[in-house]
């Protein structure tokens, strides 16, 4: 009970400092916009979260009680200038955040001038070459990831149909920048631009190639350090009518790093991706090797610090709870990958297509190791490490996902959705060595009844299947939206098949949220199991929480 | 082409040609380091590791390798806290290596290292340290040598000498440690001094990569503090004067296995003639290690 009067006193608080914020910011925005001195964009996000322990599911008491992650980027245009600026704020970061992030800054701010064909920026941004297997720097605020870049970045095009781009930078972690110094070079060419008699023609080609360095000094008394190491890359795309095929080849010289022990191997990394489509019918082919390809601006640097390039994951991104248990995250030391995605629409009108036809989507992919060998330290003087083959998969499973996929919709009001995947998933090598590999089946059904086109009733059921790791879990999600600005749902995850009975944790979660143009609030209160979290690939561990959530988004 | 055209194509060029640094002979040659004398600063390494943490073997290289060139001069101490550090009666990870000592300078209140940061990573001699913000005072292993290096440039402010006397019959100890400043200092309540006990040569499960090390061979493992957690002021009132000696006497009883009051299953051995005591010094402002001293228990 004296948790209630908190929970109230706390949200109300929190709800009346992040409102008047708001509108104080979208009436200074309107005032500027109005006198045409230009025009202010942007937008705000805060989540607070009050935190309750419990012992039981490992939520550790935390002293500050409150914690808060918060950011508002403000974006100043006028012409062929912008500006911008993103204050963030952690008083203290949220639990399981990285620790680099604390306090009150402002970490982002820019200026980019547009003069014809070329573009130049100063200051931090984000950029990327080509799939990113030489460079992607990016924010992915749920991970805490964010390796923006602060320096220089020119955009050039000397003719229509090549585009260049060069920039040096230092990469941001946390607060603070990197040790080290990142110069790029990228350039493509797009064929069809380029010369005018191939402006009509079907077939698109394009061609592009990057070249990426970074700087560290020397300081290791034991090795000699390579200071500047070289990551290049080319790639080609070719697409005509429905049928597309990219690929991109990357090599990067000795890097001797935390990630890799210390060796000197070379890297190198291989990513083909296929595609055809038409109406009713889509396939998807892709495929990469992947072999000693971590390549961060600080030899040192772990977990998501400071990581220069960017491992494409191939694996289907779930957002089911459930499906989404066991997240396979991109093995940057060596990987063979591999993704195949057939989309097929019965049409309306058949048997099976019923009145509205019937879409099915079946996905296969996986991960293995490269198949290597190791050198005897003894004889390897070079510290090359091990040796792989080029064309043969290892043997080691880290990953697969069998996934079949039914959406119909039924009627006017109802839609349906049936999910089954069967996942294995090598928790040794993809999160803690010692650990069994995981054999699950998941199950999903999802349906919806439409009241009117802005009110549906959402219930999600949920169950995955296993004899490993904490055995079966069932969840079930009912949502309400009640009308096109308020929504509410509750959901609870139950690992109700635990081997242990005192472990069978409920993880139940209420949501309330208000949206009304482009201002957003929700309210959660519930459990939170300890887990991993990935996005597209990259992956973060997270805490066990109990507890009132608030977030808060606007844009202006 | 227009001559504005020119300078962003110069500029592409010059980032094409970007250095890169084949490196042919990977191993420096050693210089060996100067003897540390009574003025040198010792440097104290602290190694956050645990038995099912896959890159703390590595890391353990690491401090070995700069212990075998700074000698007395650099003193490891292995902390066993955090996930990777808990014991599991369900696997070969049994043994308990965490102390309470351990435990708490981990937590996120004071250095949170394992939390956040994952192990393995590094103290060098507590610095860098800003009362919970940041993680400038963690140090990843790839960053020791040079850290340490820094470090054990600098000028020492003050001299630790340790004495055990160690009584077989009853496991007891005596360690008299003896304190010299050579500057007077502002404020005395401005130092404490700690004294701890590590073990070498313990042999028990230690994750590798994906293997599992059975036979691994633990050293410097913090086991237990003599004076708490914080340990004692160096003097309660007055000032240090430059040169005056301060001395303080403790005592301790070795227990037969570490940790003293956990299950049988989660203890390990403690053979005494594998353990040293370390005394250290550290400002209790800014939680800096000033100097640090190294003895065994048994000569």
Request: proline letters at 4%; hydrophobic letters at 35%.
């Amino acid at each position: 009970m004296k948790y209630n009067y908190l929970f109230k006193s706390i949200s109300l608080s929190v709800f009346c400092l992040f409102s008047s914020t708001i509108f104080a910011q979208l009436n200074l925005s309107d005032n500027l916009n109005n006198l045409n001195l230009g025009e202010v964009h942007g937008n705000f996000q805060a989540n607070a979260q009050y935190y309750i322990p419990d012992s039981s599911i490992g939520a550790n008491k935390v002293p500050e009680k409150m914690l808060m992650n918060g950011f508002t980027n403000i974006i100043f245009t006028k012409g062929k200038f912008t500006a911008g600026v993103r204050y963030e704020s952690y008083l203290n970061a949220l639990q399981g955040y990285p620790s680099g992030y604390f306090g009150n800054s402002i970490p982002y701010r820019f200026i980019t001038y547009r003069a014809d064909e070329l573009e130049v920026t100063a200051g931090s941004f984000y950029e990327q070459f080509g799939n990113g297997l030489t460079l992607r720097t990016y924010e992915e605020r749920n991970l805490g990831l964010d390796n923006a870049l602060d320096g220089i970045r020119l955009k050039y095009q000397p003719v229509k149909g090549i585009y260049l781009k060069g920039l040096i930078g230092k990469q941001r972690n946390g607060y603070i920048s990197g040790n080290g110094i990142v110069r790029g070079f990228d350039g493509e060419i797009q064929f069809n631009e380029l010369f005018a008699n191939l402006r009509e023609k079907k077939t698109i080609v394009s061609l592009g190639g990057s070249f990426v360095s970074k700087y560290e000094a020397d300081n290791n008394p034991f090795y000699f350090l390579p200071e500047n190491v070289g990551n290049s890359a080319a790639r080609f795309s070719v697409i005509r009518n429905n049928f597309r095929i990219n690929g991109e080849y990357a090599y990067k010289i000795n890097d001797p790093s935390a990630d890799n022990g210390m060796i000197y191997k070379y890297g190198d990394g291989m990513l083909l991706q296929t595609s055809y489509a038409v109406k009713g019918f889509a396939i998807i082919l892709s495929g990469s090797r992947i072999d000693n390809m971590s390549f961060r601006s600080e030899r040192s640097a772990g977990l998501t610090s400071l990581l220069i390039n960017y491992i494409p994951a191939l694996a289907k991104q779930h957002t089911y709870s459930l499906l989404a248990f066991y997240p396979y995250a991109s093995q940057a030391k060596g990987e063979m990958e591999f993704s195949t995605e057939l989309n097929y629409k019965i049409k309306k009108g058949t048997a099976l297509g019923g009145k509205y036809g019937t879409e099915l989507l079946f996905n296969f992919s996986g991960a293995n190791s490269l198949d290597t060998t190791n050198l005897d330290p003894k004889k390897d003087s070079k510290r090359l490490g091990y040796t792989s083959d080029y064309i043969l998969i290892g043997n080691e499973v880290y990953f697969r996902d069998y996934y079949f996929e039914m959406t119909k919709k039924i009627s006017k009001k109802w839609k349906l959705s049936l999910i089954y995947s069967y996942q294995i998933y090598n928790k040794g090598i993809i999160q803690k060595p010692g650990y069994p590999t995981i054999y699950s089946q998941i199950g999903v059904a999802d349906i919806t009844f439409n009241f009117k086109p802005t009110s549906s009733l959402r219930l999600e059921l949920q169950h995955l299947a296993t004899q490993q790791d904490h055995k079966d879990w069932a969840y079930a999600l009912l949502e309400y939206r009640i009308n096109s600005e308020w929504f509410i749902a509750a959901g609870d995850q139950y690992n109700y098949a635990n081997p242990e009975v005192s472990q069978r944790f409920h993880y139940y979660m209420g949501n309330i949220g208000y949206t009304r143009k482009a201002n957003s609030i929700t309210l959660s209160y519930g459990k939170q199991r300890e887990g991993i979290f990935c996005v597209g690939g990259v992956c973060r561990a997270v805490p066990a929480s109990n507890g009132i959530t608030l977030m808060v988004t606007s844009s202006f | 082409m227009k001559n504005k055209n020119l300078l962003p194509i110069v500029f592409f060029i010059i980032l094409i040609f970007s250095a890169c640094d084949f490196i042919t002979d990977v191993y420096k040659p050693q210089p060996p380091p100067p003897p540390p004398s009574d003025s040198t600063r010792r440097v104290l390494l602290e190694d956050y590791t645990g038995h099912e943490c896959v890159a703390c073997p590595s890391a353990a290289v690491e401090a070995k390798k700069l212990k075998d060139i700074y000698k007395e001069g650099l003193i490891v101490i292995g902390v066993h806290a955090g996930s990777f550090a808990k014991p599991d009666d369900k696997t070969e990870f049994k043994a308990d290596f965490r102390t309470s000592a351990g435990d708490v300078y981990d937590s996120k209140s004071i250095f949170n290292i394992s939390g956040p940061n994952g192990n393995p990573n590094g103290l060098i001699n507590r610095k860098n340290y800003k009362g919970g913000a940041g993680k400038g005072h963690i140090f990843s292993y790839g960053k020791w040598a040079n850290e340490v290096k820094l470090e054990i440039e600098k000028k020492a402010i003050v001299m630790i000498n340790i004495d055990n006397k160690y009584s077989e019959s009853d496991r007891s100890l005596t360690c008299t440690v003896e304190s010299t400043f050579f500057y007077d200092t502002i404020k005395s309540s401005a130092y404490n001094l700690v004294l701890c006990i590590i073990e070498d040569s313990i042999t028990a499960p230690q994750l590798n990569s994906s293997t599992v090390i059975q036979d691994y061979v633990h050293n410097h493992v913090l086991r237990d503090n003599i004076n708490d957690t914080w340990g004692d002021e160096l003097v309660t009132k007055g000032e240090i004067k430059k040169s005056e000696k301060i001395t303080k006497k403790l005592t301790y009883k070795f227990p037969a296995a570490y940790p003293k009051n956990a299950a049988i299953i989660n203890q390990t051995p403690c053979d005494v003639k594998n353990c040293h005591i370390v005394a250290y010094i550290y400002n209790k402002d800014t939680k800096e290690v000033v100097q640090v001293a190294e003895e065994k228990v048994i000569k």
